[in-house]
């Protein structure tokens, strides 16, 4: 199979012709149809994350048809249409049985824990409890593109950001999850502001349903102070440096609630204002992607046209392309969601 994979952390990433994997029990293997290009690429690739072994092929977004299947796997056969949330749970411990898998502690994630989906085939563990069925009114490239950066920001919002219509939520970054924050709170009805320093992410998220955007550095915190008339009710950190986390609490309202979903290199974290967060009673939460559980909700709202991820695809490139975006989608991340078709070259 075509595969992108490099061999050391911040060394060359090459397309390589590999073995496709072999399929163990309780999993499957995906043909890969689409593969999203995320900012967490680039983590795993810098050398931030410690799950990842030399060499390593990235990608952790992706929809595909299930190519072969384990022993032991109950739910799927061979040819059903499928995504996967970019945390995949054992499917036995407590939390996975609950609906919680995205915090399962004997958690597997293609893309880091073992090869991704930048390759024509990859494999998803403990399948019965991660694969998520695509219906025919979703194409493959929208559900690649919720794997990890839609799930994510729609979480964020349902679950610790409990964000209600008439709120105001600032979302600072609008990269590909922090566009996805943005247009899922404008379909919940509340009042999201998009803080970026690309004129071209601010157009693209007023697009999709900012109310206000605000380009960042120095006046940024006074603008959304004089928007919100005080502050936001909630805020979301889509990039992950102490410069956008401090942003992102320090303008919120008193008792507000602030999700971290950015990842942070661990070298740089920000200082938080404790002093502030007791004093005001700010909640300041993190959110770890989205378990499989909580899927029907999120396609319920795509299939019925609530929401439109397709509107946040910008373009698909090929394994080379693509090996030359991903180093630098720290420096230049690409606006909204660039996929890789695995089958070019
Ligand atoms: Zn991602
Ligand atoms: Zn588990």
């Known amino acids: ?7 050391r952390f911040g060394g060359p990433i090459e397309v390589r012709e590999l073995p496709a994997p072999d399929v163990p029990a309780g999993a499957v293997r995906l043909k890969v149809t689409a593969s999203g290009l995320c900012r967490s690429d680039w983590h795993a690739w810098a050398g931030h994350d410690t799950d990842v072994t030399l060499p390593h092929v990235p990608g952790h977004e992706f929809s595909g048809v299930v190519d072969a299947v384990g ?25 996975c049985l609950t609906g919680q898998a995205q915090v399962c502690p004997d958690q597997t994630q293609a893309g880091f824990t073992h090869a991704g989906s930048h390759a024509e085939y990859v494999i998803v563990h403990a399948a019965d409890a991660n694969l998520v069925a695509v219906g025919d009114d979703i194409s493959d490239q929208v559900a690649a593109s919720l794997g990890c950066r839609f799930a994510t920001a729609f979480r964020a919002l349902h679950g610790p950001g409990r964000v209600r219509a008439g ?19 404008a379909a919940m009805g509340a009042r999201p502001i998009a803080v970026d320093r690309s004129p071209a992410a601010l157009a693209m998220a007023a697009a999709v349903g900012a109310e206000a955007v605000v380009t960042a550095g120095d006046r940024a915190a006074e603008e959304i102070a004089e928007l919100t008339g005080g502050g936001a009710q909630v805020s979301v950190d889509a990039v992950g440096h102490p410069s956008t986390a401090e942003l992102a609490i320090g303008v919120l309202r008193r008792q507000g609630r602030h999700v971290q979903i950015g990842l942070f290199d661990p070298a740089s974290l920000p200082v938080l204002d404790w002093g502030r967060v007791i004093g005001w009673e700010l909640q300041v939460n993190g959110s770890h992607g989205m378990s499989a559980a909580d899927y029907p909700q999120l396609l319920d709202l795509i299939s019925n046209g609530r929401l439109c991820p397709q509107e946040l695809i910008t373009r698909t490139v090929g394994l080379s392309e693509a090996a030359s975006l991903l180093p630098r989608t720290d420096i230049a991340p690409p606006t909204g969601v660039t996929l890789i078709d695995p089958t070019r070259a």
């Open 1 to 7: 199979m075509l595969a992108l994979q490099y061999d």
């Open 71 to 95: 022993s032991g796997v109950e739910r799927w056969r061979t040819g059903r249409r499928v995504t996967a949330p970019f945390v995949q749970g054992c499917g036995r411990c407590r939390w």
């Open 167 to 185: 709120e105001w939520v600032v979302v600072v970054g609008a990269g590909g999850v922090g566009l996805s924050a943005v247009m899922i709170a």
